[in-house]
């Protein structure tokens, strides 16, 4: 995406979240404006460029996902759960104002999104509703939240690949579907099964990129605490091994491929996109 529609995006999500009479703005700006990759509003607004749509008409929806991503990050990080001092560059939310803030900082940029995908606009009601139902889905108790209970109660017990992998296609790959569905839904596909494939192909392969950099990156280049082996947590490369978490990487990354080429339109920006996440070194 054009460097002129991060701008925008980030923009956009800082008059969101500011508002001088909100207690929480200041945490939520913390949590939000510390950059990050912007990959689930990138794989949105890549569905909607394959199918000729202009993607600032729909910001919001855009801003919605980041939302409720980096509401899952500020939860990750506490205490309770992943305990990590550092994110995006910067001290996580608990430790830069304490932990009931992080906790209602996460709780207000999650409901928040909501309010932002139902007032978004250039859309149908009914397309709203869809938008609406898909992200509550994929970030529920049936998505991204049940990947995170999986994965506190795998930290320091001995789990198999393919339990592996149904957590990380909760926790990780739900939103990346939800983002690649969202922008379907937005263009006029009736069937997103295709796209939502993609989606969990492409979101466990960076998962299992992202336990790999765990392991071979720093702190300084990732932008956040890399703890999962003093954390215990599973992960692939404790799982399989070094080299057999390279060759699954990039199989992955080559099903996500697959899927984006049997998809019934030109989808060179999607393509384009997996080829630079797949060459991420953060």
Not at 122 to 133: F, G, Q
Request: hydrophobic fraction near 45%; glycine fraction near 6%.
């Amino acid at each position: 995406m054009s460097n002129r529609w991060v701008e925008k995006l980030e923009a956009r999500l800082g008059t969101i979240v500011s508002n001088p009479d909100n207690l929480l703005s200041a945490p939520m700006q913390h949590a939000l404006l510390a950059g990050g990759k912007r990959l689930r509003p990138k794989l949105f607004n890549s569905v909607l460029v394959m199918f000729g749509l202009d993607i600032k008409d729909y910001l919001d929806v855009a801003c919605a996902l980041e939302m409720v991503h980096t509401y899952s990050l500020v939860h990750d990080d506490l205490p309770a759960m992943d305990d990590d001092a550092y994110r995006r560059g910067k001290p996580t939310v608990h430790v830069a104002y304490d932990e009931a803030t992080a906790i209602l900082s996460g709780d207000a940029l999650l409901t928040d999104a909501f309010t932002v995908l139902a007032n978004a606009q250039n859309l149908s009601a009914e397309k709203r509703i869809k938008l609406v139902c898909i992200l509550a889905e994929k970030a529920g108790s049936s998505g991204m939240v049940a990947g995170q209970v999986l994965d506190l109660k795998a930290t320091k017990q001995t789990i198999d690949v393919a339990a592996l992998n149904t957590m990380h296609a909760l926790k990780t790959a739900a939103l990346f579907e939800a983002a690649l569905m969202m922008g379907g839904v937005v263009s006029g596909v009736t069937d997103l099964h295709q796209l939502e494939g993609c989606g969990r192909a492409l979101g466990l392969a960076f998962q299992i990129q992202d336990d790999l950099l765990d392991v071979e990156s720093t702190q300084e280049a990732m932008g956040k605490s890399l703890s999962d082996a003093s954390h215990e947590k599973a992960s692939y490369v404790r799982i399989m091994g070094l080299s057999d978490a390279k060759e699954a990487c990039r199989a992955t990354f080559e099903k996500a491929r697959t899927l984006c080429a049997a998809l019934s339109v030109d989808a060179e920006p999607l393509h384009t996109l997996i080829d630079t996440i797949e060459q991420r070194n953060r």
